[in-house]
């Protein structure tokens, strides 16, 4: 945590996830980091990151991601209303 932000380093000290987010948590499958960042409303965005890459999978764009099985579909929120993505932000089920 550096200020009020959280981000990841590597055993060399070396950043490989920003500190940009307010949260980042272990999604329900060990592979992936689910981070959260806050709006200008105070309203959380979710997103996640692969942990062997450190890259940003599904952008910090969702109310709330659920893992479903491993990793194959999460379920997504956003704006109420629910759909499925896969961990390549490509859509399975429309947000609708």
Do not use: H
């Amino acid at each position: 945590m550096r200020g009020n932000k959280y981000g990841i380093i590597d055993l060399n000290n070396k950043i490989v996830v920003p500190f940009i987010y307010n949260y980042i948590n272990w999604a329900q499958y060990p592979d992936y980091w689910m981070v959260s960042k806050y709006g200008q409303n105070s309203e959380r965005s979710v997103g996640l990151i692969n942990a062997a890459n450190a890259k940003l999978v599904v952008p910090v764009e969702f109310d709330e991601l659920k893992v479903v099985g491993p990793i194959s579909f999460i379920i997504a929120t956003k704006n109420g209303r629910y759909g499925c993505i896969d961990n390549n932000n490509r859509i399975a089920v429309p947000i609708i």
